[in-house]
């Protein structure tokens, strides 16, 4: 069993930054590939970025692409988004995920754990 812990949400204006942490324990940390997704009231869960093991492969989806940065500290057994350029439709709660395999995933379904999930309010 794998525990997810996210924290660094909050409110900020349009053009703003976050950093969002996700703090994983159970399990090695460095055999995850990992996942951030986010869900806004009323709409289905998105994906947003996801990381391999090794930290040398990325994908974002492409409504974060050149805005978000994913990566992950394999010491500390942690994985942060980095928010910048923030529009308010990036408003949601975030959520990190863990998926026990080798390929970047995009699918809610295909991800194992989840975290409780963090706000992100982004003020027009």
């Known amino acids: 069993q794998v525990q997810l812990v996210e924290s660094g949400g909050g409110l900020v204006q349009a053009g703003g930054s976050l950093r969002l942490s996700c703090a994983a324990s159970?399990?090695?940390?460095?055999?995850?590939?990992m996942g951030w997704f986010r869900q806004a009231p009323g709409k289905e869960r998105e994906f947003v970025a996801a990381i391999n093991r090794s930290g040398g492969r990325i994908y974002y989806a492409d409504s974060v692409k050149g805005r978000f940065t994913i990566s992950r500290d394999n010491a500390k057994n942690t994985v942060y988004l980095q928010m910048n350029s923030l529009k308010p439709e990036d408003t949601a709660v975030y959520y990190c995920a863990v998926n026990s395999g080798f390929a970047l995933v995009v699918h809610p379904r295909q991800y194992d754990y989840w975290g409780q999930g963090t706000q992100v309010t982004v003020s027009s």
């Open positions: 159970g399990r090695t940390f460095s055999s995850y590939v």
